[in-house]
């Protein structure tokens, strides 16, 4: 039998708020264990949570960017549970009225239903200490910094049916928050966390198999390669006669695998309740109009322009991969800069000047002027591409400065007079008989020797195509070989 899989993702982005979702404690990451913390998120008696109104705009900006209905009124419930990463033995949180939801994304055409966007808080951070961690530890540490920053719950229909699929969403749903500064994305630091739910079905099948929940993935590889070995690892037990446990499972990046954490979960009863403390939320029309006017063009926006301008999809997608790329280009097409000139110098040459010299984009110092400076100075043939390669782009991403300048000072002007180049032709041919006849003869491959001693002559600086020229004006027309 043929299985297919079912996935559905959950991810719980921490907002970009300056301070925590109900008290004014600030909302950092890396300070000491327990210093960014206040009564009200160490959940002491008699407290009262005051509602952050950047989260709340923020959760608007995520949803309309998410093609999401936005609540006109939602409203706070308490989950309850008890684990010592929760001091208040409840985390505030949306159950019925999402401020968010249903809206989608369309990836590589596909169209992923999103079934809600909510508000709640982060819980603590436990870290197991002693013996060898998790599973050996003695004891374990609690870091309550992280409890009550703000969380947007993002929450995908059972719509994902690869891996593949599950990886280009999280990309791009990743990509979007980005963009509209709302969260940093930051896996590893935990911003950015998903759990992904998989199932799979005989072919064509109408109803969902038995899900499970995948936790514990902090990179887009891991999520890819933890949701494919489940995949496996169903498939295995079906064909076996087995069933499929509904459960939690973790990824462990060591051993490329997932292991059960825990079946009881379903057991769990929330008793989710309205917040008593928080009055209910109305989101006005003329609210989310403003916030939705108020943001920047978003990736796939961006993509189309691009390929509008005659870039490959593949161009497109590389320099939307961050906004600050997109916004570079899009400076240097406000020059004026020819867009395939510009991006190809973006793409290929800066990228790999970038990696040489282990730098991230946001570290390159050139400006945007300085790629139309370079796009002019190559179309006229001032310098040859060979310098700009080489030379200047490095130059000018390690340490910026001015086309015109770099190319002065380090003698990269090309020589694209035509007398002075074609003297040194005519030499060349000169005293190269032999090669001469040899291309007569039918050798057309000869003419990368002539060309290259042209360049060797000129110390690289004769314009290629002016070299080609001549050749083709003064070498013998070769005989056709029999
Ligand atoms: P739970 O109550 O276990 O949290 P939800 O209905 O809230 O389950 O769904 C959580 C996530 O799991 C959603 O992203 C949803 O699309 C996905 N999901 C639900 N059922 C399945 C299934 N059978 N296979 C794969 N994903 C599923
Ligand atoms: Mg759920
Ligand atoms: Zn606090």
Redesign the pocket.
């Known amino acids: 039998m043929n299985y297919e899989?079912?996935?559905?993702?959950?991810v719980h982005a921490q907002l970009k708020t300056k301070t925590k979702a109900f008290c004014s404690c600030p909302n950092v990451f890396g300070e000491n264990p327990n210093d960014q913390v206040c009564p009200v998120c160490l959940g002491m008696p008699g407290v009262l949570p005051v509602l952050n109104e950047k989260a709340v705009e923020l959760a608007i900006r995520a949803g309309i960017a998410l093609n999401c209905k936005i609540a006109d009124s939602t409203k706070f419930d308490r989950k309850n549970y008890f684990y010592p990463d929760l001091p208040k033995g409840y985390q505030i949180s949306q159950f019925d009225q999402p401020i968010c939801g249903p809206g989608h994304l369309t990836i590589q055409g596909k169209k992923v239903r999103i079934?809600r966007a909510h508000l709640e808080e982060d819980a603590g951070k436990l870290v197991h200490a002693g013996a060898d961690g998790l599973h050996g530890s003695d004891y374990s540490l609690v870091d309550y910094n992280r409890s009550g920053v703000p969380l947007l719950e993002i929450?995908?229909?059972?719509?994902?049916e690869s891996a593949d699929l599950a990886r280009d969403y999280l990309t791009e749903l990743r990509n979007i928050l980005r963009y509209l500064e709302v969260c940093d994305g930051n896996l590893e630091e935990g911003s950015f966390r998903c759990?992904?739910?998989?199932?799979v079905?005989p072919v064509g099948a109408t109803e969902?198999?038995?899900?499970t929940?995948i936790k514990n993935m902090n990179s887009f590889r891991s999520v890819q390669k933890a949701i494919n070995s489940e995949i496996e690892r169903q498939i295995k037990i079906l064909e076996s006669g087995g069933k499929i446990t509904?459960e939690s499972r973790l990824w462990d990046d060591n051993s490329q695998t997932t292991h059960s954490m825990r079946s009881k979960?379903?057991a769990h009863d929330y008793r989710y309740f309205p917040e008593p403390d928080l009055v209910p939320l109305q989101i006005s029309p003329e609210r989310i109009e403003a916030i939705a006017s108020s943001m920047p063009e978003l990736p796939e926006a961006r993509r189309q322009r691009y390929l509008a301008a005659g870039l490959s999809e593949e161009y497109a997608v590389i320099l939307t991969e961050s906004k600050e790329k997109s916004d570079f280009f899009d400076q240097t097409l406000a020059l004026g800069t020819p867009a395939l000139a510009a991006s190809g110098i973006l793409i290929n040459d800066t990228e790999k000047i970038l990696r040489d010299n282990n730098l991230d984009f946001s570290q390159a110092r050139f400006t945007a002027q300085n790629i139309k400076d370079v796009v002019d100075a190559t179309a006229s043939g001032q310098v040859g591409s060979t310098a700009v390669k080489n030379k200047i782009l490095p130059r000018l991403i390690t340490e910026g400065g001015n086309v015109t300048e770099i190319i002065e000072k380090e003698g990269l002007a090309q020589i694209s007079d035509e007398s002075a180049i074609k003297q040194h032709v005519e030499e060349i041919l000169a005293r190269s008989q032999e090669q001469v006849e040899s291309y007569r003869s039918g050798k057309t491959k000869v003419r990368q020797f002539f060309f290259g001693e042209v360049m060797k002559a000129t110390r690289g600086k004769a314009n290629p195509k002016v070299i080609n020229e001549l050749l083709d004006q003064l070498l013998p027309e070769p005989e056709q070989r029999q």
């Not at 759990?195 to 199932?199: E, L, M, R």
């Not at 969902?208 to 899900?211: D, E, R």
């Open positions: 899989p079912v996935i559905g993702l959950e079934n929450v995908t229909e059972p719509d994902i759990d992904a739910n998989v199932s079905r969902l198999g038995t899900k929940e509904q979960e379903e």
